[in-house]
Nanobody, 125 residues
Framework: QVQLVESGGGLVQAGGSLRLSCAASGRIISSYAMGWVRQAPGKEREFVAVIGWSGSRTNYADSVKGRFTISRDSPKTTAYLQMNSLKPEDTAVYYC??????????????????WGQGTQVTVSS
């Protein structure tokens, strides 16, 4: 069984930065890709970024490329999302998720086997 717990959300002004963390329990997580999906009020969930099990491959949504960086630690049990140059349109609940599928293309929601509870990110203008 895998559990994902996000932290690091909060309120920040436009142009500011936040770093989200996703701590995973369960030794099998090291073989999973870990990603971030967000959901803004009144909108569907959208892919943000994903990192492969080894940490060497990543994939980003066009809307965050150059501003967000996804990484994971050496034991591969914690994933991070460094968010810089934040915009009001980045306001959303950010969910951490894990998948054993390919990340060559952004994983679909159904491909994620595990989800965290979400953390709120609010960017004020």
């Amino acid at each position: 069984q895998v559990q994902l717990v996000e932290s690091g959300g909060g309120l920040v002004q436009a142009g500011g930065s936040l770093r989200l963390s996703c701590a995973a329990s369960g030794r099998i997580i090291s073989s999973y890709a870990m990603g971030w999906v967000r959901q803004a009020p009144g909108k569907e969930r959208e892919f943000v970024a994903v990192i492969g099990w080894s940490g060497s491959r990543t994939n980003y949504a066009d809307s965050v490329k150059g501003r967000f960086t996804i990484s994971r630690d050496s034991p591969k049990t914690t994933a991070y999302l460094q968010m810089n140059s934040l915009k009001p349109e980045d306001t959303a609940v950010y969910y951490c998720a894990a998948t054993r599928g390919s990340i060559f293309f952004p994983p679909r929601e159904v491909e994620y086997g595990y989800w965290g509870q979400g953390t709120q990110v609010t960017v004020s203008s």
